[in-house]
């Protein structure tokens, strides 16, 4: 799958977890999975979707006299890229003072301190 260079707005990435969930999806359906959360009409939607495919971060398929859309950017590369551009825009491109702040604003639990443990741990072997 394609990466994304444009930034998703908060709404559209609410439109992209839907499709990441299921894929491919038309217009209402994908309304009739956001709207409950977002009371938006299937027009902010349909807004919505023609943003991301100007985006080129998803692609639509005829389908009789209806679209089916699906994503271009998988979230797994769409989650790497933001998490780099956090890095890089806020802590100079580097991870630990990230950490150390989640750290000192008690945003870390133990559960996540473990993992973290778990993980630098399996980076040494």
Excluded: C, H
Aim: glycine letters at 4%; a negative charge; hydrophobic letters at 45%.
């Amino acid at each position: 799958m394609a990466q994304t260079g444009e930034k998703i707005s908060e709404a559209e990435l609410v439109v992209m977890e839907a499709l990441w969930e299921q894929s491919p999806l038309t217009a209402n359906d994908v309304a009739d999975r956001v709207t409950d959360a977002r009371d938006w009409s299937a027009q902010t939607v349909k807004t919505l979707l023609s943003r991301l495919m100007a985006k080129d971060v998803i692609a639509a398929d005829q389908d009789g006299r209806r679209f089916l859309y699906r994503p271009l950017v998988a979230r797994e590369d769409y989650v790497a890229s933001e998490s780099g551009r956090l890095v890089n825009r806020l802590f100079g491109g580097r991870v630990s003072p990230l950490v150390a702040q989640l750290a000192s604003q008690d945003q870390l639990t133990d559960d996540d301190i473990a993992e973290l443990e778990a993980i630098l741990k399996g980076l040494k072997s």
